[in-house]
């Protein structure tokens, strides 16, 4: 079946440290990917996403590449920001269906 | 963007009671809609999908009499927790999508999360 499986955290870190936060899956088929974040007392917002391998997913100084070959989506910021102190969800979906499956979350702090 | 509301954000009710959360998609037609229940530190549970005009699927392990869902139009479904417990007290997310409209049909867009506390 399917699966995602993320690093546990929490992850701290200091302002304008490099983060990484690893995502892995096992799917049949070509998934969708994508990560969500969660601010606290919010619900999930779309991050970013890749279609298809090799494709790169970015926005607001977050990105991560579909690695097919690794069954990897790592998520990864140059330089973070008190402000991006969230949950951060990996997910798959597969093609032709609506169901995602997320990760268990993993718990960005970032202090000043 | 696509819009996803939840009504209401917060709350509290006494065991044995049921509460009623509506999910709303604001700007677009959501032929389905998806709900999820989050434990805290924890992950989204699916408990169910579903879809205008028809019955929900519901997850295994979920029991359909106790979660009620309603989606009775392309902008609104319903979840209904029937005589309420203080195991039920959750965070309850739904989300929606569309076909249709290639923007949006890979992706979910999900609602701000209604916090339920049964004393």
């Known amino acids: 079946g399917n699966s995602v499986t993320q690093m546990e955290g929490p992850v701290t870190l200091s302002e304008e440290a490099f983060l990484t936060i690893n995502c892995t899956y096992t799917?049949?088929?070509?998934?969708?990917l994508f990560w969500y974040v969660q601010y606290p007392g919010e619900g999930l917002q779309l991050l970013l996403k890749?279609?298809?391998?090799?494709d790169k997913g970015s926005n607001k100084g977050f990105e991560a590449t579909y690695r097919k070959e690794t069954t990897s989506f790592h998520l990864e910021k140059g330089s973070v920001q008190v402000s991006d102190s969230a949950v951060y969800f990996c997910?798959?979906?597969?093609?032709?269906?609506?169901?995602?499956?997320f990760g268990t979350g993993t718990r960005l702090l970032v202090s000043p | 963007g696509a819009v996803v509301s939840q009504h209401p954000s917060w709350v509290i009710c006494k065991s044995g009671t049921s509460v009623k959360i509506e999910c709303r998609s604001l700007?677009?037609?959501?032929?389905?809609m998806f709900w999820y229940r989050q434990f805290p530190k924890q992950s989204l549970m699916l408990m169910a999908t579903?879809?205008?005009?028809?019955?929900?699927?519901?997850e295994q392990g979920v029991e359909k009499d106790k979660f009620l869902i309603n989606h009775a139009s392309l902008t609104l479904s319903t979840l209904t927790v029937t005589s309420a417990h203080p195991e039920d007290s959750s965070f309850y997310i739904c989300?929606?999508?569309?076909?249709?409209?290639?923007?949006?049909?890979?992706?979910?867009?999900f609602g701000p999360g209604t916090r339920l506390l049964v004393l």
């Open positions: 989300s929606a999508g569309a076909s249709g409209d290639v923007r949006l049909v890979e992706t979910q867009y």
């Open positions: 799917a049949t088929g070509y998934p969708s």
């Open positions: 890749a279609t298809k391998a090799d």
């Open positions: 997910a798959l979906k597969n093609t032709g269906f609506q169901k995602l499956v």
């Open positions: 700007d677009f037609q959501a032929t389905t």
């Open positions: 579903s879809n205008e005009g028809s019955k929900a699927t519901y």
